[in-house]
């Protein structure tokens, strides 16, 4: 599909190439494109779950009372004749008047009974207004909370009255006396349901409601004035939950149509199928059935509750549709409340929607309140209709000829018409009806693993599908089926199961309560389930432990951990993910699962995913080894021991590429920060000490001061954009907040850009806006100090600590955790930033105890918990205490970690940001330092609060939660980009069919040759000074980097797109950039000299640039002095000799990146998996100034400082890869460029301006050119074979392959006639023959061939 009319005039020639080159961008890896990098890592919010039922409940008591008075008329109604007689299935008229009455009452609790066994039945027989009262109060007393029935058939008596009265009799049947509804209220109470069968029975519930309300209304008044008259008498009890049925409305009289009973209503209610039948076979369709009469109906075979026969399998028919009708029809709370809440209610429910049917048939409207949406005309009864057909069809031949019953196809017409609706169904389209018919399913073994498998499919939709499912009534269901051995169900439950959780993960209880945990355990343990189900599986075991004690114990004992442990190396990573998750939950807080582990040693075991290449299970097992450590029982040596190993391979992951899997190493360490305080404290001491004493030269002091412009006279200087990175670049923090220091950029003579960057501003997140007294800032570590603490540590020894052994892995950590504080990703700094200063304060707390103890807001903490080890060693200063010269091992001098104490009754105090709050009830100030604390630590470590959690319960990374998104989300749909009408896929279709265009268009001019590139297209002034410019390869987007800040232009239309500020510290700055994924969605990485690398994405669009990922590319750089033009100062005074800065290639094909500069190695990344993959050694004592490799060849050119040209193979191994090294320049290699082409040769150039070629397979160039000496800058365009260098004397030469100037631009004719500076950068569009010049006074401008060739 082509979207542009150009691109149909292509040459015929270049077809091929062009299908082919499109091909190829289909084929490229893309990097830093997973959902780790596209989405924030949190769990999804939690739905509001409805489906529970907060309270189930029960009808215990039924009151039936039946005023007949048989064989005596009521004066208001005039039956015709022959009229409608039977009650409750008997002729009245067929025995005496008092048998009959008392079989009629005996046969309407029989009914009932087929719906509530259980109840208690009272029947009472044309009754007085006393016996009515005695009866309901007697019932209402006895079911005290629960529900009861009021069953009152009036055949017998007067039509109620408007007044709210229903008749009953006198002691002699003499006359009929009015019940007031009012009363009847007044006994039966709430919660209640009444079930009125008498003519004009609207009316009572038009009373019962205006009672009910008069009942609400007394009871507010006698809430607000206790000295009203109604106050003093006992409350009405409030109708609020109650229930009714009525027979018809206010003015209609029952049918009496003498082929139905008298009592329609309550048939209807109480026998439906009977009833039915009947009425099926009175309709004029009938006649269609042959051979079926009213006398057949009696005899069909069967039992109501047994679904193989006839009749049971059709009153199970009934049943999941009259459900379906209600669930379709019916709000859903309504639903939860009739039909699910109570058995004996959601049956006469069922029953109502089949009374409103039939009695509807003769002009009669059965009234419910709640009121019902009409239900008489839904499409389902039809269904009912065929299946009532298709079963009487049979019965003349079932009876006469004795053949089998063939079941009725109705349930599996009903799946199918679900999966009808899977295949089309959309969320935003209405719920599929047959869902709970799906549920009713689930009870036959025939259909139900068809139904499970539908089921499945139907929630993987989504969460709406798991809590529709859940609303409907599944849960029991598939509960009970975990009881069932079959093998062929496994996948299928464990598919729903991990559903279910994923949404609703408080079904942990449920589960563990029923024994279902032993299915998932036994799922695990099986080695011939596939991967996948295993997976989930295990996911379903780690909701069980999460944060649940009793699923903790269940799991143990079922043998979770050895389970767990032998599934770490298997090869589908989800599952070694989630493996490695459900340890860590199951000895989180859960010492006995962590003594487990380590008899199995588990720690040992999870060591091996710390370099596994997922990003995603390196996080797993840091969270699972960060949980290990943190346990808060009392420790032991060997705990100890197994701790500091712990920590010591943890400690490894420092300069992992993945910014999740250091987010997590954070928290991690946290823990074992939280349980080695007090040593900690004394680490920290000391190193605040070293820092106050020790001055680093620090870079941005000595930076050249002729090297930095001032600007505050330049005219309007831009604001900066302030950047969205996850976290708005460290504006999480209060102190970090860019976006102010953004707004005053200004660049001071002295040391740079002061108010630029967020190292100046004190930095503490967790503490520095909540310290308590207002003199205490020299307690915070600010972002500075840290970094100055960071350097220090390298320097100085820190042996003046307590014995080396025991000093070691505390100090180590501490380092750490300095060296993650100042990482290049906002989100981790901001963590260890947290952690460091949480100890930071503690420390100085502790070690001024006589200050602390005079101050006033002392208010509730808790006295030092006293121990029975003699007297405290306490020093005001706070110095460590000496181990004792006996001690045979050093770490029985540990101290040990305070345990948890009582503070006050609050909970514990999680800092807010900027929330100003007392620190006392965090932990007790007048606690000695190194205080044991209470011996018997361990019996109350379960109980919550005490100052432990003050780090633990603000650090969470939401890795888990994120993780568990998965299995919440579509598992089964195809992803949006490989569904070919998606809206992802086109946008990128048009992408490839663009890059074609610019590749086709850019080949035709470079082959016809550029002989001039002076034709300026573009120029601006750039913000900052232009340290780095790179072109987009397809766009006409240009990034243009100072020094730490990167502006975007269209060149095309002259406008600027964006200008961010890259975050990174104030004495480094960017000195290199790449486009990844430049064919498709770009993202732009920058590198700046201390190493760090930075990725950025929804740069020079509408939105706000995000920060994808960063890490530190190379560990041991410390940014070198320097000033801005480098090279520069490199030609006039070589003893000064500067870094390079960093210097990076990117492959685009293999998705590596290489990374050197001032250091000795050529270090690779693998971008797929975020890890270092290789340190190729340059073998040279000078820096690495250029990088150039080819995929193809595996070769990697590198340009070094000393003027060697050395070419690496990386397929060899470290000492052999070095494969050639040529030493013909005479300085500094400016750049050193490998052809991509089969036979591609090297070109490098070095300051003195000679160009050498060599051949990668001889030791000698094959052609030298020599150009201006003093080169400051220099590009070699990839397609046109032209090279361009900047100079001192600020001229630009443009050269052809053969060494001829083609162009010389000279630069102080420039625009409005000034003068322009030096040149600071050039590049070259890696397509068209254009040329991107930046200089010193901040111009930037883009040079191209001349217009007709364009």
Request: with cysteine; proline share 6%.
């Amino acid at each position: 599909m082509k979207m542009d009319s150009d691109l149909l005039h292509s040459p015929a020639v270049g077809l091929a190439e062009e299908e082919e080159a499109d091909m190829n961008d289909w084929k490229l890896p893309l990097a830093f494109m997973k959902k780790r990098h596209s989405e924030k890592i949190e769990g999804s919010k939690a739905l509001a779950q409805s489906w529970r039922m907060k309270d189930r409940m029960k009808t215990v008591s039924v009151a039936l009372v039946l005023c007949l008075n048989v064989g005596v008329d009521p004066p208001d109604v005039v039956k015709t004749s022959p009229c409608a007689r039977l009650e409750c299935w008997i002729d009245p008229l067929s025995m005496s008047p008092q048998k009959a009455l008392e079989t009629i009452g005996a046969n309407l609790q029989k009914q009932y009974e087929n719906w509530q066994p259980r109840a208690r039945y009272k029947q009472s027989l044309d009754p007085t207004v006393d016996e009515v009262k005695k009866l309901c109060t007697s019932l209402r007393r006895n079911a005290k909370e629960e529900r009861v029935l009021f069953h009152y058939n009036g055949h017998g008596v007067p039509r109620p009255t408007v007044n709210g009265e229903i008749w009953v009799f006198n002691k002699n049947y003499t006359q009929y006396i009015p019940l007031s509804i009012y009363d009847l209220q007044t006994w039966m109470g709430s919660p209640s349901i009444f079930v009125y069968d008498c003519s004009n029975a609207g009316i009572i519930v038009k009373s019962f409601k205006q009672f009910a309300l008069q009942r609400e209304q007394e009871l507010e008044v006698a809430a607000i004035n206790p000295s009203h008259p109604l106050a003093q008498m006992p409350l009405p009890p409030s109708m609020k939950n109650c229930i009714q049925l009525a027979a018809c409305e206010a003015s209609e009289l029952l049918p009496m149509n003498p082929d139905l009973p008298a009592d329609l209503f309550t048939s209807c209610l109480t026998t439906p199928i009977k009833i039915a039948l009947r009425w099926f076979c009175m309709q004029k369709s009938a006649k269609l059935v042959p051979g079926v009469t009213l006398d057949l109906i009696e005899k069909i075979p069967g039992r109501l509750n047994d679904r193989r026969t006839p009749l049971g399998e059709l009153n199970w028919i009934f049943t999941a549709i009259t459900d379906t009708i209600a669930w379709n029809v019916l709000p859903r709370d309504l639903f939860q409340k009739l039909f699910r809440q109570d058995l004996l209610v959601a049956s006469l429910f069922r029953n109502f929607l089949l009374a409103e049917r039939i009695m509807r048939s003769y002009n009669c409207t059965p009234v419910s309140s709640p009121r019902l949406p009409p239900t008489y005309m839904h499409a389902m009864w039809q269904a009912w209709d065929l299946a009532v057909d298709i079963c009487l069809s049979q019965l003349p031949t079932i009876i006469e000829e004795g053949t089998a019953f063939r079941h009725s196809p109705f349930f599996a017409e009903q799946l199918t018409a679900f999966q009808v609706w899977l295949t089309m169904g959309v969320e935003n389209r209405n719920p599929p009806e047959q869902l709970p018919i799906v549920l009713q399913v689930l009870l036959s073994q025939v259909h139900r693993l068809r139904a499970l498998d539908l089921l499945g499919r139907f929630l993987d939709l989504g969460p709406w599908a798991v809590s529709l499912a859940l609303s409907v009534g599944i849960f029991p269901y598939v509960l009970k089926l975990l009881q069932s051995s079959a093998r062929e169900l496994r996948p299928l439950l464990v598919f729903i199961w991990a559903k279910i959780l994923a949404v609703d993960s408080s079904c942990q209880a449920d589960l563990v309560k029923d024994n279902g945990h032993k299915y998932f355990l036994s799922v695990l343990a099986d080695s011939y389930m596939p991967a996948e189900h295993r997976t989930m599986a295990v996911f379903i075991l780690a909701v069980i432990v999460n944060s649940y004690n009793t699923g903790q114990e269940a799991c143990l004992q079922g043998n979770l951990i050895a389970n767990c442990l032998e599934q770490l190396s298997d090869p589908h990573p989800l599952l070694r993910q989630w493996v490695a998750i459900c340890l860590g939950r199951i000895w989180q807080n859960f010492d006995p699962a962590r003594w487990c582990g380590v008899r199995d040693s588990a720690h040992e075991k999870l060591y091996t995913l710390l370099s596994d290449p997922i990003p995603e299970v390196r996080c797993a097992a840091v969270f699972a080894l960060g949980t290990f450590v943190g346990n808060s029982a009392e420790r032991t040596d060997h705990s100890t021991t197994i701790d500091h190993n712990v920590a010591m391979m943890l400690a490894q992951l420092i300069n992992d590429g993945s910014p999740v899997v250091r987010k997590e190493l954070v928290v991690a360490l946290s823990h074992l920060v939280v349980q080695y305080e007090s040593n900690f404290c004394t680490v920290a001491l000391q190193f605040i000490e070293e820092e106050k004493n020790y001055t680093v030269p620090s870079p941005a002091n000595t930076a050249e001061p002729g090297n930095l412009t001032p600007v505050r006279d330049s005219p309007a200087i831009p604001r900066l954009r302030s950047v969205n990175s996850y976290t708005n670049i460290r504006a999480a923090t209060t102190a970090r907040n860019l976006n102010k220091s953004l707004q005053n950029l200004n660049l001071n003579e002295e040391g740079g850009p002061a108010a630029f960057s967020p190292g100046n501003l004190s930095t503490s997140s967790s503490a520095s806006s909540t310290l308590g007294s207002p003199d205490n800032d020299e307690y915070i570590l600010s972002f500075e100090t840290i970094d100055k603490m960071r350097r220090v540590s390298s320097y100085s020894s820190l042996n003046s600590l307590i014995g080396v052994s025991f000093n070691s892995v505390y100090t180590q950590i501490w380092r750490v955790l300095l060296h993650l504080a100042a990482d290049p990703f906002p989100e981790v700094s901001d963590l260890a930033m947290k952690v460091l200063n949480s100890i930071a304060y503690k420390a100085t707390m502790n070690a001024r105890p006589q200050r602390i103890l005079d101050s006033g807001s002392l208010t509730q903490s808790a006295p030092a918990s006293p121990t029975s080890k003699g007297t405290h060693i306490h020093q005001a200063g706070g110095s460590p205490p000496m181990p004792s010269t006996s001690s045979s091992s050093l770490t029985n001098e540990v101290p040990k970690p305070p345990a948890r104490e009582q503070t006050s009754t609050r909970p514990p105090y999680t800092p807010t940001l900027g929330g100003q709050a007392p620190h006392s009830h965090q932990f007790p100030r007048t606690r000695k330092m190194f205080d044991k604390g209470p011996e018997q630590a361990g019996e109350d470590g379960d109980e919550p609060g005490g100052h432990r959690n003050y780090i633990s319960a603000a650090l969470q990374t939401g890795l888990c939660d994120w993780s568990a998104k998965y299995f919440a989300q579509p598992v089964m749909k195809i992803p949006e980009e490989h569904d070919l009408e998606s809206q992802v896929r086109m946008e990128r279709q048009w992408r490839f069919l663009r890059n074609t265009r610019v590749r086709r268009q850019s080949r035709g001019i470079t082959q016809r040759g550029v002989s001039r590139l002076d034709d300026q297209i573009f120029i601006n002034r750039n913000p900052g000074v232009p340290s780095v410019v790179k072109f987009h390869p397809f766009n006409t987007c240009i990034a243009v980097a100072d020094k730490d800040s990167i502006c975007f232009w269209d060149w095309e239309k002259g406008e600027r797109l964006d200008y961010f500020y890259n975050g990174n510290p104030r004495y480094t700055r960017i000195t290199a950039m790449e486009y990844l994924n430049g064919h498709d969605c770009s993202l732009l990485l920058t590198a700046t000299d201390d190493g760090a690398l930075r990725i950025w994405k929804n740069f020079a669009d509408q939105k706000n640039p995000e920060m994808v990922t960063a890490w530190q590319g190379l560990s041991d750089m410390l940014p070198t002095t320097r000033g801005l033009a480098r090279r520069v100062s490199i030609y006039l005074d070589r003893s000064k000799q500067g870094g390079a800065g960093m210097v990076v290639d990117w492959e685009q094909e293999t998705g590596l990146l290489m990374t050197s500069g001032d250091v000795r190695v050529i270090r690779i990344w693998d971008t797929d998996r975020e890890m270092k993959v290789q340190d190729i050694p340059t073998g040279a004592d000078s820096c690495v100034t250029s990088l150039s490799c080819d995929s193809q060849r595996s070769l990697i050119v590198a340009g070094l400082g000393d003027g060697s040209v050395r070419v690496f193979d990386r397929r060899m191994g470290p000492n052999e890869c070095r494969v050639m090294t040529y030493r013909e320049h005479g300085a500094w290699v400016v750049k050193a460029h490998l052809q991509k082409e089969t036979d591609g040769h090297i070109i490098s150039v070095s300051v003195n301006g000679d160009v050498r070629f060599f051949e990668p397979r001889t030791p000698d160039s094959i052609n030298v050119l020599q150009t201006v000496k003093g080169l400051t800058a220099l590009d070699i365009h990839p397609q046109a074979n032209l090279f361009a260098c900047g100079s001192m004397n600020q001229f630009i030469a443009v050269y052809n392959a053969n060494g001829d100037v083609i162009s010389n631009i000279k630069y102080y004719d420039g625009f409005m006639g000034q003068r322009i500076g030096a040149i600071s950068c050039l590049a070259f569009h890696p397509y068209w023959p254009h040329l991107a010049v930046g200089s010193n006074d901040y111009y930037m401008s883009i040079y191209s061939a001349e217009k007709r060739l364009r």
